[in-house]
């Protein structure tokens, strides 16, 4: 009995050309969807990122703004400090402000304009991360909480029959206030922001 042959190579190889001809366009045809897709998907990566650091940049400068603010109130609470340890009890050489227009002769002070003070004030308003000149700084021994927003004329102290004008002695009100325009760290449009602060003391010696 003999055994035909049967003879498949042609056409499995066609086949198998076929299967790689169908690979090739199936695979041609992914790539042409994949690469809009691919370029759809780093357009949202971009804008999701954009947004995330915008938020991380407003936040970080409203905290640096927070941090600011408290950093010049504590500021003019130390000019304050100063001040009501540095009146006319000491002498006219070490004293700050007007000095004591109520004894005769009349005691004035050689750091009469209160730059001591401010320069105590400027000195602490460096930790807030701004750059606080002497002009922002207010020093003022005749405060007055009537007007608003408080003034520094005919206040506590010319209405106190004691004194009866601005002073720096024992007894006398002094107050410091800082008002210094925002810089913010980071541009972005911020509005410009004024920060105000003032703090209160009585001279203590």
């Given at each position: 009995m003999q055994l035909g042959h049967l003879h498949v190579y042609a056409k499995c190889a066609h086949e198998v050309h076929g299967a790689m001809n169908f690979q090739k366009v199936t695979r041609s045809r992914f790539q042409n969807v994949c690469e809009p897709e691919s370029g759809q998907a780093m357009v949202e990566f971009m804008l999701v990122v954009s947004v995330v650091f915008i938020l991380f940049v407003s936040m970080l400068q409203t905290m640096i703004l927070m941090h600011s603010y408290n950093t010049l109130a504590?500021?003019?609470?130390?000019?304050?400090?100063?001040?009501?340890?540095?009146?006319t009890g000491l002498n006219a050489a070490n004293c700050s402000g007007p000095g004591n227009p109520s004894v005769t002769p009349a005691l004035t002070c050689t750091d009469s304009a209160g730059t001591n003070v401010k320069t105590a004030v400027t000195n602490f308003a460096g930790l807030s991360l701004q750059s606080v000149p002497a002009s922002d700084v207010t020093v003022c021994y005749d405060p007055n909480s009537t007007p608003s927003p408080p003034s520094c004329s005919t206040g506590a102290n010319t209405n106190n029959p004691a004194f009866g004008a601005p002073c720096s002695a024992p007894g006398c009100l002094v107050r410091v206030t800082v008002s210094h325009v925002y810089t913010p760290l980071f541009g972005l449009g911020w509005p410009t922001i004024t920060l105000n602060a003032a703090a209160d003391g009585r001279i203590m010696n």
């Open positions: 504590d500021a003019a609470k130390e000019g304050v400090r100063y001040a009501i340890v540095h009146g």
